[in-house]
């Protein structure tokens, strides 16, 4: 996970408009913020995106 994808995920959940284990909802927000690494990434690497929200680690 780049830093970049960190912040994009940190900025979604900060905007408190959904629940960040809804990751269709997620993945569809970030494309409506330009979030284009994190629309990819969560296609890619959804386990990965699950394992960051659950402990914050990467």
Do not use: C, P, S, W
């Amino acid at each position: 996970m780049t830093n970049k994808v960190r912040e994009q995920i940190l900025v979604i959940r900060h905007t408190g408009l959904t629940n960040m284990f809804d990751v269709n909802t997620v993945q569809r927000i970030a494309h409506e913020m330009n979030f284009f690494e994190l629309v990819v990434f969560l296609e890619e690497h959804k386990d990965q995106y699950v394992h960051f929200i659950l402990t914050g680690e990467e």
